[in-house]
């Protein structure tokens, strides 16, 4: 629980991968949603990054065929870099409805599916693949800096 978590005093939340349809996730959107409140540090990956942007007042649906395997090329909307990423996934959060807090920060050149988000309000963010930090591909490392940096940060408060 929220409750729990928060006897830890913890300096950052980590949203974790996992199968299947977030959106029956009440118990974890819900948390979340208080883990917002109090600004602490997200990073979700995968299904967490679903969750996370359910918690944020987005939606999700059902992809056609879903991403699976390696060698799915996802480029950062701030950048312009691309990325070489694995999935593993059968659903996605649908870009139309992030609410005006919640930016979209990467998209999939096979599909331009959403493929990351950035809270502007919040400490908060998330990226759909798999964010081999390391060992192996290490593209996408940047984004393990950003969260360590945010938990940093908090930390100091």
Not at 3 to 22: A, H, Q, T, W, Y
Not at 36 to 52: A, K, R
Not at 95 to 102: D, F, Q, R, V, W
Not at 112 to 136: M, R, Y
């Amino acid at each position: 629980s929220f409750e729990e978590v928060m006897e830890l005093s913890p300096k950052g939340i980590f949203l974790s991968n996992g199968p299947g349809d977030p959106e029956p996730c009440t118990y974890a959107i819900d948390n979340i949603r208080k883990f917002l409140e109090v600004n602490l540090p997200i990073f979700g990956i995968c299904l967490g990054h679903q969750l996370l942007a359910l918690a944020g007042g987005a939606s999700t649906y059902k992809m056609k065929f879903g991403h699976h395997g390696a060698n799915h090329p996802v480029q950062d909307l701030k950048t312009k870099e691309v990325f070489i990423t694995s999935q593993n996934h059968g659903f996605a959060v649908d870009e139309k409805t992030l609410p005006a807090n919640i930016s979209a920060s990467h998209v999939s050149l096979f599909d331009q599916s959403l493929q990351g988000i950035e809270f502007t309000d919040k400490p908060a963010f998330s990226f759909q693949g798999h964010p081999e930090a390391s060992p192996g591909p290490q593209e996408i490392q940047t984004l393990f800096k950003k969260f360590q940096s945010m938990v940093e940060e908090y930390a100091k408060t």
